[in-house]
Structures are given as C-alpha cells and as structure tokens.
C-alpha cells in the first residue's frame, strides 16, 4: 500500500516542506522545497506560510502530515513566533483530512541518522541517500524531508519495536 506524507519543518522565516511516498521500506521524493517569508510583516508571514501549505496540501494529496513538535526556546517571543508559524501551517491541513504526526528533533534525526544528536550537514546527507537524490537538499527542505522519512519508518512497526536505540538495533 502506497503512502503519501507530507513533511514539514515549520519557521518564522524559512519553513521547508517535502512530499514522499512510501510503502514503508522504500522512499521516494516527489516533491520538496521552502516557503521564504522572512521579508514579510509578521501577520502577511503566517498568511504566506497557510496558502502556501495550502496549496502544497491540494497539489499532492498527502494521506500523513510529519511535522516537527515545539521545543523548548530560551527566548520567549522567538517560540511563540514559532508556535503561530506551526499553527499556520496545521490549520492549512486541517481540512484536507490527513493524519497528524509529531517528532521531536532527536526522534527524527535518530530515525534518519541513527544518533539523536546529528549535525544539520549528516541529515542532509543522509536524506540525499535514502532518497536517492541527486544533490543534497536545502536545508530546510532536508528537515521536512527527514521528517516525512522518520514517519515512513513508523509505519508498521509495531510499537514495541519502535523504542530500538539505533536502527542498526531494529529487528523485524
């Protein structure tokens, strides 16, 4: 069975997206990039961030939503920023009946990486493998993309193997 999901890595200035489709083993990219908004005044921000979730949401019917769950910040008004860009974008879904899921950061670069602590550059890179991409993606659209990734791991995995310490660990 063939799963699309969609992944985002919400910001306040950059929030990257990425489109896969799964059967649970294997991953394909089928579209990525980054809504650039940090130019705008903050309300006209959120607004670009929902219609264009929106409209990536419409184009490629994704089934799953992977997005990023808040952290703690140490700076207040940056994590409520934060917190409204995520808003944004969830509600930009929420009529597209797709099923939401959150990761935290260490959870997604476990999945991807194999340790929760990788760098930015070894999400990248291991997004570009798994995915057999070209090129090394964005960024952000590498964040998104791990994100949907991580998901795709889930899938099937019955929960009490999903607590594994590293993939190397996991036994089917």
């Given at each position: 069975m063939r799963h699309r999901i969609l992944g985002?890595?919400?910001?306040?200035?950059?929030?990257?997206?990425?489109?896969?489709?799964?059967d649970g083993s294997r991953s394909v990219r089928i579209a990525g990039g980054c809504i650039r908004v940090a130019q705008l005044p903050w309300p006209q921000r959120l607004r670009r961030l929902f219609d264009g979730i929106a409209q990536v949401a419409a184009e490629y019917r994704p089934r799953e939503l992977a997005v990023e769950q808040l952290i703690f910040a140490r700076d207040v008004t940056a994590a409520l920023k934060l917190g409204q860009a995520r808003g944004a974008v969830l509600c930009a879904v929420l009529g597209e009946d797709i099923q939401v899921h959150e990761y935290s950061p260490k959870a997604v670069k476990l999945a991807v990486v194999g340790t929760g602590g990788a760098e930015k550059a070894q999400v990248q890179h291991m997004v570009r493998l798994l995915l057999s991409l070209p090129e090394t993606p964005p960024e952000d659209?590498?964040?998104?993309?791990?994100?949907?990734?991580?998901?795709?791991?889930?899938?099937?995995?019955?929960?009490?193997?999903?607590?594994?310490?590293?993939?190397?660990?996991?036994r089917p």
């Amino acid at each position: 069975m063939r799963h699309r999901i969609l992944g985002i890595d919400p910001g306040s200035r950059t929030t990257g997206f990425g489109v896969i489709d799964t059967d649970g083993s294997r991953s394909v990219r089928i579209a990525g990039g980054c809504i650039r908004v940090a130019q705008l005044p903050w309300p006209q921000r959120l607004r670009r961030l929902f219609d264009g979730i929106a409209q990536v949401a419409a184009e490629y019917r994704p089934r799953e939503l992977a997005v990023e769950q808040l952290i703690f910040a140490r700076d207040v008004t940056a994590a409520l920023k934060l917190g409204q860009a995520r808003g944004a974008v969830l509600c930009a879904v929420l009529g597209e009946d797709i099923q939401v899921h959150e990761y935290s950061p260490k959870a997604v670069k476990l999945a991807v990486v194999g340790t929760g602590g990788a760098e930015k550059a070894q999400v990248q890179h291991m997004v570009r493998l798994l995915l057999s991409l070209p090129e090394t993606p964005p960024e952000d659209e590498a964040d998104a993309l791990a994100l949907a990734l991580c998901h795709a791991h889930s899938l099937g995995i019955p929960a009490r193997r999903r607590a594994a310490a590293s993939w190397r660990d996991f036994r089917p």
